[in-house]
Structure formats: structure tokens, C-alpha cells
């Protein structure tokens, strides 16, 4: 019996532990592999989430920026607007709003965690922030500095 619980508790950890860390709002920054990319400063990722950096230099050619948040009520979305954006998310809502109305910008799209780790995949310019413990096959994650 003892050997059972065992057995049920080390299968359950790995689940539980990715949970965690994504209610956690631990997360990593990734862009497409062929992005030559390895940082970004803090203040450079918050120009793009802000729609303020639009382009990529990648191959000696301007490629757009194509920025995925998460969903709004994402733990790790209210812990990336609120560390690297110094907003909450309302408040980046209502910024885009702003932006929308005057026609200067648009938000970056949003996707769940896979949508937005397949968009980097298959986009050259794309950039996401997804849970610290995600699959990161066929994407490059970032230094943040």
C-alpha cells in the first residue's frame, strides 16, 4: 500500500509543480529560433509590449515585432505586465484603448500558452512570455536584463 501512495505521489508532482509555477507567474521570454536575439533590457521588452518597438534588425533586414500576451486573467500575464510594464493589466487595457482610439497602435495579440508558443515557432518576429515551465521545443528563450 505504502509503495502505492508512493508511486501516486511521484506521478502527481510533476502535474502539480507545472501548476505551480504557472500560478506562480514565473515565466521566460521566447522568440523564434532564427531571431538573432539572445537579450533584451527591461526597457526594451516594455517598449514592445507597449507597442512603442515595432521592428526587428534579423538577417540584416526589418522585420515586424509580433508581440503575443496571454489571456487577461493569465497569472503569468499579471505578473509579466506587472514586472516588466509597471502597470496591472487594467490599466495596460485601458492604455490600448488610448491607443486604439487615437489610431496610433494596436495590442499585441492574445493566445493561450501554446497558441503564443506555436505563433513564435512559426513567425520570424514573434515574441512571447510564457510559464517558466512550458514546453520550449523549437523556440529560443531571451535574457532578460
Known amino acids: 500500500m505504502k509503495k502505492i501512495i508512493l508511486l501516486l505521489a511521484a506521478v502527481m508532482l510533476p502535474a502539480g509543480a507545472g501548476r505551480a509555477a504557472a500560478q506562480s507567474g514565473r515565466y521566460v521570454v521566447i522568440v523564434n529560433p532564427r531571431n538573432p536575439a539572445t537579450a533584451l533590457s527591461a526597457s ?13 534588425r534579423i538577417n540584416g533586414k ?7 500576451d496571454q489571456k487577461p486573467d493569465s ?11 509597471h502597470r496591472s493589466v487594467a490599466e495596460v487595457s ?3 484603448r488610448q491607443e486604439i482610439y487615437a489610431g496610433r497602435s494596436f495590442p499585441p495579440l492574445e493566445q493561450s500558452e501554446e497558441e ?3 505563433s513564435v515557432r512559426d513567425v520570424l518576429g514573434a515574441i512571447a512570455y510564457v510559464s517558466a515551465n ?3 521545443s523549437g523556440v529560443k528563450v531571451l535574457r532578460v536584463q
Not at 75 to 85: D, M, Q
Request: charged share 20%.
Open 75 to 85: 497569472p503569468v500575464r499579471t505578473a509579466f505586465t506587472e514586472r516588466v510594464l
Open 62 to 68: 526589418i522585420e515586424p515585432v509580433n508581440a503575443v
Open 134 to 136: 512550458a514546453d520550449l
Open 94 to 96: 485601458s492604455y490600448w
Open 116 to 118: 503564443a508558443i506555436a
Open 44 to 56: 526594451e521588452l516594455s517598449r514592445i509590449y507597449l507597442g512603442q518597438l515595432q521592428a526587428w
